[in-house]
C-alpha cells in the first residue's frame, strides 16, 4: 500500500488526504496544532465561504495571483464537485449574494467536522501536535518526513487562536516518517495564530526550490500616520477609489471601504491591496489613495447642486453644506483639504473656493506607507514559484515524491469563496495523483 503524508491540516491538506485515502493509499495528515482547521474556523466570519457558484471559468479572473495555473485542477475537482462532496459526506449549504456558498448550518466548524469525519471513513489518519521539520531525502527523491511534537503551542486554554504563534511553539525530540510521497499543504503565513506562519518556507528553500516572497493580498491599505486617525469606524458606501504609485493610477474600484484604527479596510481596499504591497515591496513609489466620494456627479453637475444649496440656504454657513455632501467625520477634512474656512457664510464665497471644494471631493487624496502587516491578511500572495509545480498533478517537477497545494503555492484569489475552492481543488489533484503516481493525466 502506497504510503502519502499531508503536511498540514487545513482546507487543502484535508481534502489532499482525504482523496488519497480514498485510492487506497495509506495517510497521515499531520498538523502543528491541537487541532486540524484552525485557519478554517475563522473564515467567511465564521460561517466559511466555502466556494463561488459562478461558472469555472469565472474563478480564474477571480483568482489574480496566477489563476490560470489552476484551470485544470478547477475542472478535475470544480465547486460542483465540491458541494456534490460535501452533500454525499451530510452537509448541505446555501448559496447567498454573489455566489458565495456557506455551510447551511452557517457554521464553520461543520466543514472541518465534515472533513474530519471523511478522512477517517477512508481510512486516514490525522496526527495533531505534530510539526513537519524536514524531508528525508534520496538524490531527487523524498522518502520521508521528519517532525516533532508540540510540546506547547504557547496558548492556554481558551485563550484566543489568533495570538500569534511565532517564538511560542516549543518542539521535542525529532522522529521520522517513511512516505512514497509527500504532499506539502501548509499555508501562506497571515493569520500566524491559526498555524500558517509560513515556518515550513526554510525547508522549501534548503531543498532547492524557487520561491516568491510572501506579501500580503487582501489586507487593509495603510495611510501615512497622522493623516485617518479622526476617521477611524466611518463605513464609505458607493466611493470610487484608486490608488496612485508615482501619480499614475494602478488599480480602481467602487464600492465600499472602511477607515479602521491605523487602516483602510473593506472591500474596495481589500482589491486593490495586493498590487499595492508587490509595489511596495518591489519599487517602493509614493503611494497615494484617490476616493471619488461624489461618483455619481461629474464635476458640472457637482457645481450645479452645490450653488442650488447655496442659493437655498443663503444665510448657512460653508460647513453646513459641505455637511449636506459628505458625512460628519469627513466635513472637517474636505474643507482642510480645500483650505477653507468652514464658518465662512456662503454668500461670501468665491467661485474659486467652490471649485477647490469640488476639487477635494472628487479628488480626496490620502497619502499611503502601503498595506497593513502580512500577519493581518486574509490571504498571502507568493509561495512555491509555479514552475517547480506539474498543474495538471500538483507534483514537483524536479523532484520525486514531492507534491503542493493550497496557499502554500503562489496562488491568490478575492474574497468569495475562491481561495478555499483553489485551496480544495488543488488538494485534491495533489491527493489523486500522489496515491496513483503513474495515473494518466
Ligand atoms: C480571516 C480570514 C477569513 C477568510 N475567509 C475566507 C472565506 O470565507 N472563503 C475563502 O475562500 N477563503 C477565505 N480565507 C482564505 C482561506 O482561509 C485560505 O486561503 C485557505 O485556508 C488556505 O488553505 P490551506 O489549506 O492552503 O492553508 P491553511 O488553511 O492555512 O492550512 C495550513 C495548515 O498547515 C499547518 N502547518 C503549517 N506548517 C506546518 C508544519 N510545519 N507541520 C505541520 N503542520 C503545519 C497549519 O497549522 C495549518 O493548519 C480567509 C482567510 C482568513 C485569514
Known sequence: MLKVIVIGGGAAGLMAGITAARQGASVVVMERMREAGKKMMITGKGRCNITNSCAVKEFIPNLPGNGKFLFSAL??????????????????????????????????????????????????????????????????????????????????DGQDFRSSTKGKIKLGPEHTLDADAVIVCTGGASYPGTGSDGNFVPVLENLGLAMEPLLPALVPLQPEEGFTEELDGLLLKNVKASVLSDG??????????????????????????????????????????CIDLKPALPEDKLDTRITKDFQEFSKAKLKEIVRKLVPQPLVEPVLDGAFLDGNKPVSQVTKNDRQELIAILKHFTIPLTGTRPLAEAIVTAGGVSLKEIDPKTMAAKRIEGLYFAGEVMDVDGYTGGFNLQAAFSSGYVAGLHAAQPGLAR
Open 75 to 156: 475542472q478535475q475537482f470544480t465547486n460542483e464537485d465540491l458541494l456534490r462532496f460535501f452533500r454525499e459526506c451530510g452537509m448541505e449549504t446555501v448559496t447567498e449574494r454573489g455566489g458565495r456558498v456557506f455551510p447551511a448550518s452557517g457554521k464553520a466548524k461543520d466543514v472541518i467536522i465534515t472533513l474530519l469525519a471523511a478522512l477517517e471513513k477512508a481510512g486516514g489518519r490525522i496526527l495533531t501536535n505534530a510539526q513537519a521539520t524536514g524531508f528525508v531525502v534520496k538524490p531527487g527523491k523524498i522518502t520521508g518526513v521528519r517532525y516533532r511534537n508540540v510540546e506547547n503551542d504557547g496558548r492556554k
Open 248 to 289: 499614475r493610477p494602478i488599480a480602481e474600484e467602487f464600492g465600499e471601504m472602511q477607515f479602521i484604527r491605523g487602516g483602510i479596510a473593506g472591500p474596495i481596499s481589500l482589491t486593490m491591496s495586493r498590487k499595492v504591497a508587490r509595489l511596495q515591496y518591489f519599487n517602493q513609489p509614493e503611494l497615494e489613495l
